[in-house]
């Protein structure tokens, strides 16, 4: 490949990478903001996009101004703007250096440390006034941690993982979690995004005596690892270690086997006996592995059960608590019911009482008035009735006359 082979450190890389003309404009180096806003904006945002896509593709949080001049060389030229961009960069809070990262409290929060870093602690943004600082280190070697970068991989593994909490991984499997498209993470950037996570809340970290042990953290349920996580880890990692070892004395067993035969096709028996009497051996450890690895078995099925059982528990005493504070909002209580039963109770003998006092008939003293007028008036038509002298009733018929047509007179 020709020196002048246009070449980029990127996969994808801006449109403008092939046109000389406007890279030569944004390798060189920055003019004043105020001559021209746009141009100066749009070259600021160029550079910011290109440098975390290549912390993102190479997984590598870290960089310095001449790494990224190496990595973004075109037609031997190095790009001359870099300084004001990482200075940009620093302002705005898009990377750190590395130093101050390392200085992160793991039991502190990114907040509390972002305030105790530039609240508390004098704050210098200028490149000059950090070269007179730094005096005698060159500024182009410092190296800077990009934020972006720890985000976006943590949102990435976090998501990843949303289903697998609960489980322990140790350092090497924990490595294999944040290899990103075949790239493995070098030690240093895992280490870096181990402690942006922890400080984040998103994983908890166990040292061990040879190891280190990873959990994410599950909501407010998971704030440690607990002694028990690490035995359940250890018992579980044994028993895979001790399946290995059965598999492998299975496969040594088939082989004495099949040499036994072997000898023994060839008339040698002493010799097949020999390797018959090193299987008898073998089977004896094998008997004993597979035991061992039954008892983890059980052992781990028990522990499960207990958690299990134990998060039932939970489960009734959130349900009991939820029903019990149901019962308060609603103003329920075995007290309150009582004496609620007692006053409907009293409200209907009342009722009772009201509706015979309604069926009763209402008398007025009109009525009685009334009434005596009546017996008064009864009286009074009983006297008349006694002093009337009426005729004697006839004891014979009457007789009558007729008179016809004529002159006539009919006696009747």
Known sequence: MSSNA???PIKNIPSCWEDDKRMTALYAPFRIREANPVDYDSKMKFWESNIENWCLEKNNCKFSVKMLQKEFKRKERVPLCLNTVIENLERIGHIKLKDDIYKMN????????????????????????????????DIDDLEYVYINYLKKRSEEIVLRMENKNNNLYNTVEFQKLLTSEEIEIDLETFDILVLWMQINKIILVHKLENDTLFKFIDGKKNTSITDVDVSIYMLEKNKLSIEKAIEALEREKEELIETAKNFLRKG????????????????????????????????????????????VLETY?????????????NGLSEDDVTNTISEIQEINEMHEEIQTALSEPVSTPLESELEEELKSILESVK??????????????????????????????
């Open 268 to 311: 040698m028996r002493d010799t097949a006996k020999s390797y018959l009497r090193r299987k008898k051996a073998l089977e004896k450890t094998l008997e004993k592995r597979i035991n061992t690895s039954e008892n983890i078995e059980i052992l781990l099925s028990r522990i499960h059960e207990v958690s299990s059982d134990s998060k």
């Open 106 to 137: 793991p039991e502190e929060s990114w907040t509390e440390w972002a305030v105790k870093c530039f609240v508390k602690t004098p704050v210098v943004w200028s490149f000059a006034k950090l070269k007179t600082a730094l005096m005698e280190r």
């Open 317 to 329: 005493k959130i349900g009991l608590n939820a029903l019990k504070a149901t019962f308060k909002e």
């Open 383 to 412: 006297e008349v009735e006694k002093n009337i002298v009426l005729p004697e009733v006839p004891t014979h018929e009457p007789k009558v006359t007729v008179k016809e047509k004529g002159g006539a007179q009919l006696a009747m």
């Open 6 to 8: 246009v070449t980029s």
